[in-house]
């Protein structure tokens, strides 16, 4: 995909969480999640310039995301295709998220918090009773996560931006996982383009 001069930079996504597809945390379709309210702008608070340059950022990943997450080898081979909606929401100054995945009959959820601290974008993803810690930086293109383990650097990553595509935002996700199955190591690829969707922000999130 060609990006266009509208491209942005954008955050926060679950990606560590969604490598692992066949993780615990499964529920079926008739439990989802209990939602809070969408919100539509986050709430204004004083920082400095370069902080506010990063929420500003992040405001463009609000809203409701669908499409389907690749799951494929170092070589291509595709080892699974997975059924993703991805919304974000603030609640005041954080950034929340919400990545459901899977099919009808078996779902998973990964909920993330996004945040702006002394100059770092920093997310807590969160599924089952597993979290884990990204932290981001930007780049000409977008913004890259990598993990805030120093053993874990090297061994999964992931970037992301938005762009336009036939007049309508898509978010582009790109990354990897070394998964270790011993003696074996296996490089994971993950891609995925979700449609941004029209929705009211005075409506609960689905």
Same mark, same amino acid.
């Given at each position: #995909?060609?990006?266009?001069?509208?491209?942005?930079?954008?955050?926060?996504?679950?990606?560590? &969480?969604?490598?692992?597809?066949?993780?615990?945390?499964?529920?079926?379709?008739?439990?989802?999640?209990?939602?809070?309210?969408?919100?539509?702008?986050?709430?204004?608070?004083?920082?400095? &310039?370069? =902080?506010?340059? #990063?929420?500003? /950022?992040?405001?463009?990943?609000?809203? !409701?995301?669908?499409?389907?997450?690749?799951?494929?080898?170092?070589?291509?081979?595709?080892?699974?295709?997975?059924? /993703?909606?991805?919304?974000?929401?603030?609640?005041?100054?954080?950034?929340?998220? @919400?990545?459901?995945?899977?099919?009808?009959?078996? @779902?998973?959820? &990964?909920?993330?918090?996004?945040?702006?601290?002394?100059?770092? !974008?920093?997310?807590?993803? %969160?599924?089952?009773?597993?979290?884990?810690? #990204? %932290?981001?930086?930007?780049?000409?293109?977008?913004?890259?996560?990598?993990?805030?383990?120093?053993?874990?650097?090297?061994?999964?990553?992931?970037?992301?931006?938005?762009? %336009?595509?036939?007049?309508? =935002?898509?978010?582009?996700?790109?990354?990897?996982?070394?998964?270790?199955?011993?003696?074996?190591?296996?490089?994971?690829?993950?891609?995925?383009?979700?449609?941004?969707?029209?929705?009211?922000?005075?409506?609960?999130?689905?």
């Amino acid at each position: #995909m060609k990006k266009s001069s509208k491209d942005k930079f954008i955050s926060a996504i679950a990606i560590a &969480a969604l490598i692992n597809v066949d993780s615990a945390h499964a529920q079926g379709p008739g439990d989802p999640p209990t939602m809070e309210p969408k919100v539509q702008s986050r709430e204004v608070f004083d920082v400095s &310039a370069y =902080e506010r340059n #990063m929420y500003d /950022l992040l405001d463009t990943f609000t809203g !409701i995301w669908k499409g389907t997450l690749i799951i494929s080898s170092e070589t291509g081979q595709i080892i699974k295709l997975v059924s /993703l909606n991805q919304s974000y929401w603030w609640d005041k100054h954080v950034l929340k998220g @919400l990545a459901t995945y899977g099919n009808e009959d078996r @779902l998973e959820y &990964a909920f993330s918090e996004t945040s702006v601290e002394n100059g770092t !974008i920093t997310a807590i993803i %969160q599924e089952g009773n597993q979290s884990r810690v #990204m %932290q981001a930086t930007p780049t000409d293109t977008g913004l890259v996560w990598v993990p805030s383990d120093p053993t874990r650097i090297g061994r999964e990553q992931s970037s992301e931006y938005v762009t %336009q595509e036939e007049g309508k =935002e898509v978010l582009v996700i790109n990354g990897f996982e070394l998964i270790t199955n011993p003696p074996l190591e296996q490089k994971i690829l993950i891609r995925a383009e979700l449609v941004k969707q029209d929705a009211n922000p005075s409506e609960p999130l689905p």
